[in-house]
């Protein structure tokens, strides 16, 4: 509602209204003091005079009136000027304090003033103010200009209703346009003046420029967004390396909500695979560098360990002070057996999952490498499945796939860990053997496969089906020195075996194939030779060369075969030996030769000392002390009278000098056989408790005429009789042999200049020639 009088108060109080004032208050006076003096002085020419004089006194006091009332106004228009100027000017520097830009819309003229900043921040020269003078009253052409054309509709809105409404003030966000064409986002912050009668009569804003804002705000959301959403844990910690937050990758990968770690140290996730000094040096680098990146096994709230790829930097603030610390964390463990699986498949057979060809060709050269160093052997054997694709014709591929499946488990359950069983393509197979003691052990490996694969196969379906399989071996370094050679010559002799008729193996030098066959052979029959008593106890008489008796005997085995006759055991001890039937034969050596030597004792003959020869397996595979002390006891023939041989090798095994204590302890003697093969020194002997050394028939045939004139047999008899043992000289054939032996003071001798070995009758007829 309007006040009348109000406005009518206000209207008097204006400079208009006070003049107007003054001339009724003028007239009203001169009115008044004319009919005043007309009553008092009623004479004309008093009244001319007076009314001179009053017209004068009128114009006086009017100018002067006028004169004050026009300088009191004017004063208080500079006042007003000043105090709006002051007004205008505390206000700029406010907004250029706030770098906000500010404009001012008079409704009732239309006029808009707008502020240099306002300009500035939409690029535009700041000369250019866009006035009511350019734009006509009301007329929002210069909004439309500059405004989003999709905000022009949400503004007018707002100021609709701030003008219409009792609101005095709002805030709107607009976009406005730049003078190269893009938008800038802008807050406008409006206020409207009222007239006293609340009638809207000024808008004035101040435009805020958000680019900034808006920027930073996108850099949060965005942070915001990639921090939640990452597939990498994060993880931030205080100055003091406490968790301050994770984000829900972080829980993902370790299993740890971010309430359960809230105010913890990350060394929670500690694993057990590095120790201190690798998390000591981690932060070290951070502290030094500001930041570390690595790989780590960390611990997941499950126990389960996992690698993870682990980056820290150090956060520090505007001052340079350190705030915090940010770990960001990639599980590795699914790359890591894909990596692994990507591995073992570019190694691997799909199929059999047996190493291919070239994990094949690596392991060759390890194997070869190693056969270099310890001077030993290795062999490729490369197998074929005879008429495989009649199987795959008869059948089906899945019926042949399982096959191959099925020949792969069989071969690999069969080798040693050291081997290596691969899939060639096909059906064709690769092993290596390495660290082989003799070339020949391949054809018994080989031999093996043919026998296990000989077997019928059933598979999935029930269906039974066979297969032969062909051989072929080559030999490193006989048969080549490269991995292409001797797959070449595997292959050559692959194809000879399958030449020769299938279900067979064969070398790849004739020679080798002939040897290994016979081994196999042997090996086949000594088997038996125990069980059906083929074995037979020789005894080669050893002579105490100052009185000239015989006062013992080797015992020497030998193999009746029913087919072969008498084998010597060069032939079959080898055999015996890479077998493992060693221990088996070995012990019934031992048994045999204490039963023969308790049944002469009992028939009188003189007292002898019977010595046996103790492989170096059997040394080191079995408890020899407790054998000895068993059989002794079940033969009754004295521990005392029972000599064991040990080669020099036996003594390089672990804890021998231990072995032959306890070995000694059963009341037995020791002996060390072909005494100077070997690589050890007198010296060394020294450190076992043996009692006989043999001299090696080498060094024997070497005397009296041979190279060394019989040095090396002299240096031993004696070194051996400084060192407190007897020495016994073995291979003695001539009887200047034993004249030098005996100048040397050598104890005692064998050979064939008193007697070759002889079976048990013929050592007792030699023992009592009158028997
Ligand atoms: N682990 C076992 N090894 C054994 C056993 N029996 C024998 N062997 C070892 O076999 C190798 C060959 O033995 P053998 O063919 O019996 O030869 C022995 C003698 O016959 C031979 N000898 C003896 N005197 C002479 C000679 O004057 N001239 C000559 N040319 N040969 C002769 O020497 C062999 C005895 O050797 P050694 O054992 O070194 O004393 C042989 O290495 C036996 O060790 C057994 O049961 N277990």
Request: charged share 25%; net charge negative.
């Amino acid at each position: 509602m309007k006040d009348p009088r109000g406005n009518l108060r206000q209207r008097l109080r204006s400079p208009g209204g006070i003049v107007l004032l003054y001339l009724l208050f003028a007239a009203a006076w001169i009115a008044g003091s004319d009919s005043a003096i007309r009553f008092l002085f009623r004479d004309p020419d008093q009244l001319a005079r007076i009314g001179t004089t009053k017209g004068m006194l009128f114009v006086g006091i009017t100018s002067g009136l006028l004169f004050l009332l026009l300088s009191a106004w004017h004063a208080s228009l500079v006042r007003a000027k000043q105090a709006s100027d002051l007004y205008r000017e505390r206000l700029e520097r406010v907004l250029k304090g706030t770098n906000d830009g500010w404009w001012e819309w008079n409704l009732a003229s239309g006029q808009i003033y707008f502020s240099p900043r306002c300009w500035e921040l939409l690029g535009r020269s700041t000369a250019v103010h866009i006035t009511g003078a350019e734009t006509a009253a009301g007329d929002a052409s210069v909004w439309r200009e500059i405004l989003h054309p999709e905000d022009l509709m949400q503004a007018e809105r707002r100021i609709e209703a701030l003008l219409t409404g009792q609101d005095s003030g709002a805030t709107i966000e607009i976009r406005l346009r730049h003078q190269d064409g893009h938008y800038i986002p802008v807050l406008s912050r409006l206020m409207v003046q009222r007239d006293a009668g609340g009638q809207a009569v000024l808008v004035s804003g101040a435009n805020m420029d958000m680019s900034e804002q808006k920027r930073n705000e996108e850099r949060l959301r965005q942070s915001a967004a990639v921090f939640e959403t990452t597939r990498e844990g994060i993880v931030v910690l205080d100055a003091e390396r406490r968790i301050l937050m994770v984000n829900q990758a972080f829980t993902n990968i370790t299993g740890y909500s971010e309430r359960e770690v809230i105010g913890l140290s990350p060394s929670i996730m500690r694993s057990s695979r590095h120790d201190d000094d690798f998390y000591k040096g981690i932060w070290a680098t951070v502290q030094r560098e500001g930041h570390w990146r690595g790989e780590v096994w960390h611990r997941r709230k499950s126990g389960e360990i996992y690698p993870e790829l682990l980056g820290i930097s150090a956060v520090t603030n505007s001052d340079g002070a350190l705030t915090n610390y940010v770990g960001v964390i990639a599980d590795l463990s699914q790359l890591k057996a894909s990596e692994t699986r990507l591995e073992f498949m570019s190694q691997h057979d799909p199929l059999t999952s047996l190493p291919n060809r070239a994990l094949l060709m690596s392991h060759m050269e390890h194997g070869m490498r190693l056969a270099q160093r310890e001077s030993g052997t290795m062999a490729l054997l490369m197998l074929d499945l005879d008429r495989f694709k009649d199987i795959n014709d008869s059948f089906s591929h899945d019926a042949g796939d399982e096959l191959l499946q099925q020949v792969a488990k069989c071969l690999s359950a069969r080798m040693r860990d050291m081997d290596t069983v691969a899939r060639l393509g096909g059906d064709e197979f690769g092993i290596v053997l390495p660290k082989l003691a003799h070339a020949e052990d391949a054809a018994i490996v080989a031999n093996g496969i043919l026998r296990a694969l000989k077997q019928p196969w059933t598979l999935a379906d029930g269906t039974e089906v066979r297969v032969g399989i062909s051989i072929g071996i080559s030999i490193f370094p006989d048969h080549g020195t490269s991995t292409q050679q001797l797959l070449q010559h595997a292959d050559a002799a692959l194809y000879q075996a399958k030449q020769e008729g299938r279900g067979g193996f064969r070398y790849f030098s004739q020679g080798m194939t002939q040897a290994a066959r016979e081994r196999i052979r042997l090996e086949a029959r000594l088997h038996r030779a125990i069980e059906q008593n083929e074995l037979r106890v020789y005894y080669q008489p050893v002579v105490d060369i100052a009185g000239g008796g015989i006062v013992g005997a080797e015992a020497l085995v030998r193999w009746q075969h029913p087919e072969e006759g008498l084998i010597p055991p060069a032939r079959f001890i080898p055999v015996a030996e890479s077998t493992g039937l060693i221990d088996a034969i070995g012990e019934w050596v031992l048994r045999e030769t204490c039963r023969q030597g308790r049944q002469w004792m009992d028939a009188g003959l003189p007292a002898l000392t019977l010595a046996v020869n103790m492989s170096p397996r059997q040394f080191r595979h079995r408890d020899i002390g407790a054998t000895v002390a068993e059989v002794t006891a079940q033969t009754g023939f004295p521990a005392t009278r029972l000599e064991l041989e040990l080669t020099e090798s036996a003594l390089m095994e672990p804890d021998a000098a231990e072995l032959l204590q306890r070995l000694r302890a059963t009341g037995v003697r020791l002996a060390i056989d072909d005494f100077g093969t070997g690589y050890s020194s007198l010296a060394y002997l020294q450190r076992f408790p043996l009692d006989v050394l043999k001299i090696d028939k080498g060094f024997v045939d070497a005397i009296p005429h041979g190279a060394d004139r019989g040095a090396i047999a002299t240096s031993i008899v004696g070194m051996g009789h400084s060192l407190g043992f007897k020495v016994l000289a073995e291979g003695v054939e001539k009887p200047e042999q034993l004249a030098f032996l005996h100048s040397l003071g050598c104890d005692m001798y064998q050979g064939y200049l008193k007697s070759p070995p002889l079976p048990p009758a013929e050592f007792e007829r030699l023992l009592s020639p009158d028997r």
